[in-house]
Each structure stands twice: as C-alpha cells, then as structure tokens.
C-alpha cells in the first residue's frame, strides 16, 4: 500500500494555466508538506499544514495555494503558471512534531513542466 | 537562520569499497535531529539514517553509519561495502526540535557506484 500518494506524475502546460496537484497520506499522520525540487536538485520546503492548520508558509509566490480538505490530503494549487515554475514538487507526511523524533515520509514526485 | 551544508556536489566510489560523503551545518541550538536522505533515479525520497543531536553514540544502520561531531557540526554518513542499487543523490537534512519547525536540506550529493 502507497504511504504518500501524488497525482499526477507528470503534468505538462502552457503558461498562464492554473493547475493543482493533489496529495495523499493513509498514515494516519497530522503533518503534511509541500516542497519544491529544482533543476539543480536543490530541496526546499514550501508549506505544512498540522491537522489542517497552516503551519509554515516559506516566501512563495501567492500563485501557490495550498488547501487540507482533511488531514489526510493537501492538494496544491497554483494559479497564473509561469516557466519558473517547472520542477519537481514533493509531497510529505510524518506524526505530529512536538518534540517528537519523527522522519518524514515522501511522495514520489510531480514533475512539472511548464511551456 | 540554519544551513546546511554539503561540499561534494559528486563522488564515485567502486563497488564493495566504503565512501563517506560530507555534510556541515550551522545552528545556535542544542537540541536537533539530523538525517540522511537518498533520491534514487526514481525520484523517490528514501530515509536512510537519522541522529538526535543528544545521542553521543553513531546511529548505524546496516551498511550505513554516521560520524557525529557534534561540537564541529559535522554530520557523515559513511557506506560500507558499496553496492550499485546505492548510486544517488543524498541529501543531508537538519531539523530542530523546536516544534513545527521545518526540514532544512543540503544541496545534496550524487553518488556513482563504480562496476
């Protein structure tokens, strides 16, 4: 059974497009991230949500909207894309931090592409 | 703000030698978890080891072990007996213990294993 599930693998698109990306965690797990891997492989987070809340909310673009429905999902949406954009974006989960020794687990990966 | 840093962007190593791969990071706190993350051609983000900053003792696991330096902020991870299923990238990643706090990763290394 997939931990971190993403969909789609890969999305490809023009300019201007809006497009979401959907993640999910069968866990149980109350922390979910979003982190964006660039061209050079360069790691960095961009949101987490604890139980739905918004916990950490890096300097992004606010094309990139993140949204829990539950804490089993947080889907990313962004708005306007542009060929910045292009990369690869990593979903996360793991138990509530507090003070706690937890690891992460990851998605497999959305490549996008953007034209 | 903490860093982490990895100096070797590349390495290869011959397959059945042991390669140790480099990361330092920078932080005024005393208490934090450390880690070692693998990426495969898969693209898949894989826990490799992991470290709590007030354990004296090595975490190993398997063919995988870590040389903490605690008061140099030293973190590597040494592979033993290095098999091809091995060549990746790693990402070395610090984490306070402060709740909610973020993942910080290296820049990463890719690791070729050598037939």
């Known amino acids: 059974d997939t931990a971190v599930s993403q969909t789609p693998k890969y999305l490809v698109t023009q300019m201007g497009n809006d497009k979401s990306i959907k993640c999910e965690q069968n866990?149980?797990?109350?922390?979910m991230y979003w982190y964006k891997q660039d061209s050079k492989k360069f790691l960095k987070i961009m949101f987490s949500y604890n139980n739905k809340e918004l916990i950490i909310n890096e300097t992004v673009p606010n094309r990139f909207s993140p949204k829990s429905p539950d804490k089993a999902h947080l889907n990313l949406h962004i708005n306007s894309l542009e060929l910045g954009d292009s990369a690869v974006y990593f979903c996360?989960?793991?138990?509530?931090?507090?003070?706690?020794?937890?690891?992460?687990?990851f998605g497999p990966g959305t490549r996008l592409t953007v034209t | 703000a903490q860093t982490v840093t990895q100096s070797q962007p590349e390495m290869s190593v011959q397959e059945a030698e042991t390669v140790t791969l480099s990361c330092t990071y920078d932080?005024?706190?005393?208490?934090?978890?450390l880690f070692w993350y693998k990426q495969p051609p898969s693209r898949q983000m894989i826990l490799v080891i992991r470290q709590e900053a007030y354990k004296q003792q090595n975490a190993t696991e398997n063919r995988f072990s870590v040389n903490f330096q605690k008061a140099a902020k030293s973190f590597s991870l040494k592979i033993s007996d290095s098999q091809l299923g091995d060549a990746a990238m790693y990402f070395c990643?610090?984490?306070?213990?402060?709740?909610?706090?973020?993942?910080?990763f290296g820049k990463g290394t890719r690791l070729h294993i050598l037939p």
């Open positions: 866990l149980g797990h109350d922390t």
């Open positions: 932080t005024s706190e005393s208490d934090y978890y």
């Open positions: 990643a610090y984490r306070s213990a402060a709740r909610d706090d973020k993942i910080i």
């Open positions: 996360a989960s793991s138990q509530d931090p507090t003070g706690a020794f937890y690891e992460q687990y």
